[in-house]
């Protein structure tokens, strides 16, 4: 995200058990849903930068396959769902029940509101113009699942974006088979940015980025949206209190005197609640005097400058040789292991979420 500058990223397929909300290094945030099964399966998150996380007036997790996003900005409200729909080799069945939970999102929308739905819909819409819901850029042809799509779209008066850009297939493209070779190539177009007809015009580019570094057969969508975030309100956070110093019965009995001298020198008063006021204030005047602000040493990160390295080393085998790749990107996952497991030791108990 910070190299290819993405403020706010969707994720599908993440396979994260229950819903959360934490931030991670470099100041990014992280809302996601799933489910508690023992597979835990499916499952969709959202990440944004920090500035952006300022705004977020309200996060619904509907299900492993949609969540939605409330983020406040100038004059409008920005509304972002992330879904994963059901391959195509699931039922009917499951296909109008994963529909029926975007409508209820959508419940939380408003017209005229800025509504972006995004993620893999493993529907194919295929090439040919239809209405102002389909552009003349499409890819392949269409299937039952695309017309199921289509129709949603009319429905909720949106527009598929990364339609309406002439491109070169490179970079319409979003998914490539395993069977996938220079002999037989089986790519596809099946992960979708929607929006709202009414605000189309505010996006100027969509396209895939076959080179980003992602883990994954899909291929990164990039869409440049433009709208202004509205700065929200700094919260005044209370002042912890190290109390650890209480610990100490010689410091504790000083505070004590400290405090019933300055009690019995406040005036009395009829207003109880004018009483009380000075009462607090003079409670919090002595505590902070003596015993100050608690002081918080910062956890020890995961993410060291070996891992870093490989990460780059991987970047570069991206489209060269995939063997090197998968064998730079094992070597990563059991460089992680071994971090998290020696953190997991001296902090059994630490609240971080930590990457399998």
């Not at 893999?120 to 090439?127: C, M, Q, W």
């Amino acid at each position: 995200m910070k190299r290819l500058n993405i403020d706010i990223l969707g994720i599908s397929e993440t396979w994260l058990p229950g819903v959360n909300d934490f931030f991670v290094d470099e100041g990014y945030k992280i809302y996601c849903s799933g489910n508690n099964t023992p597979n835990h399966r499916n499952g969709v998150a959202v990440i944004i930068t920090k500035k952006i996380a300022s705004s977020v007036e309200q996060c619904i997790p509907l299900s492993d396959r949609a969540l939605l996003l409330k983020i406040k900005a100038k004059s409008i409200s920005l509304n972002i769902i992330q879904v994963y729909a059901p391959t195509a080799d699931k039922s009917d069945e499951i296909i109008e029940n994963f529909y029926s939970e975007l409508s209820e999102l959508t419940k939380f929308t408003r017209p005229h509101e800025m509504n972006i739905i995004m993620g893999d819909f493993n529907a194919k819409i295929g090439l040919g113009r239809v209405d102002n819901i389909v552009g003349p850029f499409a890819l392949g042809n269409r299937n039952d699942r695309g017309d199921r799509l289509i129709q949603f779209c009319q429905e909720e008066s949106l527009t598929v974006t990364n339609t309406w850009f002439s491109l070169p297939r490179r970079r319409l493209y979003t998914w490539k088979s395993p069977q996938d070779t220079d002999g037989n190539i089986v790519r596809n177009q099946i992960d979708f940015i929607l929006i709202n007809r009414r605000f189309h015009t505010s996006v100027s580019k969509v396209r895939t980025c076959p080179g980003a570094d992602v883990s994954s057969n899909h291929n990164l969508l990039l869409s440049k949206i433009k709208i202004k975030l509205s700065k929200s309100q700094s919260q005044h956070r209370p002042k912890r209190l190290n109390l650890d110093k209480l610990e100490d019965s010689e410091f504790k009995s000083r505070l004590t005197v400290e405090i019933n001298t300055n009690l019995r020198s406040l005036d009395r008063n009829d207003n109880l609640e004018l009483e009380w006021n000075q009462m607090k204030n003079t409670l919090n005047t002595v505590a902070e005097r003596n015993l100050g602000p608690k002081n918080f040493t910062p956890k020890k990160k995961w993410m060291t400058e070996e891992i870093i390295n490989l990460m780059a080393q991987r970047r570069k085998h991206r489209n060269k040789s995939d063997q090197e790749y998968k064998r730079i990107q094992r070597l990563i996952r059991s460089k992680i292991r071994q971090e998290v497991r020696g953190n997991r030791k001296t902090r059994p108990r630490s609240r971080y979420v930590y990457p399998a």
